[in-house]
């Protein structure tokens, strides 16, 4: 869940850099959060109603599709975890 400060940007100038990158890191992150969410939920659709989906005559295809989602969204968040958070 998202933690929202009630502090002013540029308060004090010392941690406006640092909560800057911090907002950016966590930009980021939940945007990778949304996108595999997204992937998932789709997968879900396709698993449980896939007679209602007519655009995807391969649907093993189309789930392909979006765990090669999942997976791109996963390493973004890996990727932030290690390397700036």
């Not at 879900?44 to 979006?66: K, L, P, R, T």
Request: glycine share 6%; aromatic share 4%.
């Amino acid at each position: 869940m998202a933690k929202w400060s009630n502090k002013e940007w540029g308060s004090d100038p010392r941690e406006k850099g640092n909560s800057m990158k911090e907002q950016l890191i966590k930009a980021c992150r939940m945007h990778a959060e949304g996108d595999r969410e997204r992937a998932k939920t789709n997968i879900m659709v396709y698993m449980n109603q896939s007679v209602g989906i007519g655009e995807h005559s391969d649907i093993v295809e189309a789930i392909q599709e979006e765990l090669d989602k999942m997976a791109a969204a996963e390493d973004r968040i890996d990727m932030l975890a290690k390397h700036f958070e």
